[in-house]
């Protein structure tokens, strides 16, 4: 994240230390430098040309149904995620200016159950889509919060925003909605714990970020005499989100590459067939995860489908498996994961702890829904 790039001072005099590695010949960062990123640009460009050519050429895309479908699915993903994305960059670009010790004060130190449980209770109160979630995710990695926390605040996080919340409610009813949040934000917390755990093994590498707070630290003391040297005007948050975009590059090259993904896939697949096909059977949800996992799909692009296979299918273990399943195997918080820690174990033990939660109690909601 933004550890590849020069950081600022931040307020009340405190240093930042510049990410581990994030200069080296090793980074994991995104290109070398002086190479363009063809990932981030070529998929951007590509975005742009299908945008413009449904915004602009939607009678004329109609003699190539595909082309037409492909470019409808990347402006209706692109006009509910950008709201996320632009404030996923004003999070990442506050968050570059916080101090490490908030960080740590805030979320707890990370060492058992309630530093896991506070970042899940953070990752369900903020309102922003999966993509946007995890550019936020990765900067709270790289401000010091534990591996454990990181992965109960992205996998709490990414389809339990205010928004879709209430879309949620309106599609299969308030009861479920609530059972789907507490049932994600049980996930989180085992994840969480079981990451830590891996972490005090020594199976999994811990975070290099990580600080100790010193012993007279005073969250709101020092809050406030930070606060007193910052001015607040235009220039402050021009440059907050400047910062966070550059800080969200590595994210965004692999959340560019997924919605073109997802436009390919939804031009070439039929979503009627697996919003028919997938029901309450042992087969019929593992199928769905299947589905979820090779479908790149945004979370509020996620929620119809979900709630289809709640409603039509009479499948609610499907429909909460689906959302689940787009989260733990979601190849862009799999990559940025890498990208970040620098880890491939980190990464792939994202599905591997996360998967078999998802799995069990998708069958039970089947069972007894």
């Known amino acids: 994240m933004s550890g590849c790039h020069d950081e600022p001072e931040v307020p009340g005099g405190h240093s930042k230390e510049e990410m581990p590695g994030c200069h080296s010949e090793e980074s994991t960062c995104g290109p070398k430098k002086g190479r ?18 449904w915004l602009f050429f939607d009678t004329q895309l109609a003699a190539f149904p ?21 404030m996923s960059f004003l999070f990442v670009g506050l968050l570059d200016r916080v101090p490490r010790e908030f960080v740590v004060a805030t979320l ?20 922003l889509c999966s993509h946007g979630i995890l550019m936020v995710g990765m900067k709270l990695y790289e401000r010091g919060a534990t591996i454990g926390q990181t992965i109960a605040f992205l996998v709490a996080s990414p389809w339990n925003s205010l928004s879709l919340t ?35 093994a020594g199976t999994l590498p811990g975070n ?8 007279d630290f005073r969250f709101w003391r020092e809050a406030r005499a930070g606060l007193k040297t910052v001015k607040f005007d235009g220039d402050f948050f021009t440059n907050v989100m400047k910062d966070g975009v550059s800080g969200s590059k590595m994210v965004l090259r692999w959340i560019f590459f997924g919605v073109v993904l997802a436009g390919l896939v939804r031009a ?20 769905t995860m299947l589905v979820a996992t090779v479908i790149e799909i945004c979370s509020e692009g996620s929620s119809p489908i979900a709630a289809d296979l709640l409603n039509r299918g009479g499948a ?16 862009t918080e799999i990559m940025s994961l890498q990208n970040t820690t620098g880890s491939w174990k980190i990464a792939l033990f994202l599905p591997l702890v996360t998967v078999p939660q998802v799995l069990v109690i998708g069958w039970v909601m089947n069972q007894f829904g």
């Not at 290099?208 to 012993?215: F, R």
């Not at 009627?272 to 087969?283: H, I, K, R």
């Not at 609610?316 to 733990?328: E, I, R």
């Open 36 to 53: 363009p990123d063809y990932l981030l640009w070529g998929s951007f460009g590509a975005i742009v040309m299908l945008y413009a050519g």
């Open 66 to 86: 595909w082309a037409a479908t492909m470019s409808m699915a990347v402006f209706d993903l692109m006009n509910i995620m950008w709201w996320s994305l632009l």
């Open 108 to 127: 707890g130190d990370g060492r058992g159950f309630r530093g896991i449980f506070r970042a899940t209770v953070a990752g369900v109160l903020l309102d």
């Open 166 to 200: 209430i879309i949620l409610i309106a599609l299969i009813g308030f009861g479920w909605t609530a059972v789907f949040t507490l049932l994600s934000m049980v996930i989180a917390v085992i994840a969480g714990m079981l990451f830590y755990s891996f972490e005090r």
């Open 208 to 215: 290099p970020n990580q600080i100790d707070l010193p012993h």
């Open 268 to 287: 070439f697949v039929s979503t009627e067939d697996f919003q028919t096909y997938f029901g309450a059977s042992l087969a019929g949800l593992g199928a």
């Open 316 to 331: 609610p273990g499907n429909g909460f498996a689906f959302l689940m399943t787009g989260v733990s195997t979601d190849y």
